[in-house]
Each structure stands twice: as C-alpha cells, then as structure tokens.
C-alpha cells in the first residue's frame, strides 16, 4: 500500500513537474517571439529615422539647386508631398502595429496569468489528494 502510495505520489510530482517545463517552455517561446517582434520593430524605427535623415538631406540639397533651376523646384514640391503622405502612412501603420502589439502582449499576459492560476489550482488539489490518501492509508493502518 506505502509503495502503491509512494509510486502514486512520485507520478503526481512527475506530472507536476512536467506542467512546469511545459509552463517554462511555453513563457520562454513567448518571450523568444515578443524578442523577435521588438527587434523587427526596432529595426523598421531605425529605418524610418534614417529616411527621415535622407529626406532632410535631400531638402538642403533641394534648397541649393532651387536657385539654378526653377524647374526643380515644381518637382521637389511633388516629392516633399509625396515623402509626407508616405511619412503619414508609415506613421499610422507603425501606431495601428503598436496596438496590436499591445493588445497581443495583454492577452498572452493575460493568458499565463490564467495558466499559473490554473497551475496553482491543480498543485493544491494535488496536494489536497495526496493528503486525503495519507489519511485513508493511516486509517486503514490503524484498522490492520
């Protein structure tokens, strides 16, 4: 009955232990993905503070040449536009990206804080169990 008991308990805790690896496993991806989205995002800033850069350039480089050619300037006035509609684009599209992202960062927070109540739970009836079976083993104990 102890070895029966013993071996029960053993498969409890082999049981308890594999959900907490899983629970590792699971929140170690989770933070591996939100990584990997914070660096492509890290990278897309950069690489729109870099065209802002280009775009800055080629306004001073515009400036200079709008004294030669007059027929420049009509065109400039297109890419600036064109660059500024494309600025806002980018803009909306970065903000609707960081809501998503924030929303999706809420809900897996969510979602672990589910799975350690759940964890939790489980561990305390584990343990609720393990008690309860003690006590029929003693009861029996006592019987014999």
Request: aromatic share 4%.
């Amino acid at each position: 009955v102890i070895y029966a008991l013993n071996t029960k308990n053993d498969e409890h805790e082999a049981a308890i232990q594999t959900l907490k690896e899983a629970h590792e496993e699971e929140v170690q991806q989770i933070l591996s993905e939100t990584r990997e989205k914070i660096m492509q995002y890290k990278s897309k800033i950069s690489d729109e503070m870099d065209l802002k850069r280009r775009i800055q350039s080629l306004e001073e480089s515009m400036e200079l040449h709008e004294r030669m050619k007059r027929q420049a300037l009509a065109e400039f006035e297109t890419y600036r536009q064109r660059v500024e509609d494309m600025q806002l684009c980018t803009e909306a599209q970065h903000t609707q990206r960081v809501v998503t992202m924030s929303r999706e960062v809420e809900e897996m927070r969510r979602s672990f804080e589910e799975k350690l109540r759940s964890f939790g739970q489980l561990q305390a009836q584990f343990e609720q169990e393990k008690q309860q079976a003690l006590e029929e083993l003693r009861a029996t104990h006592r019987q014999e």
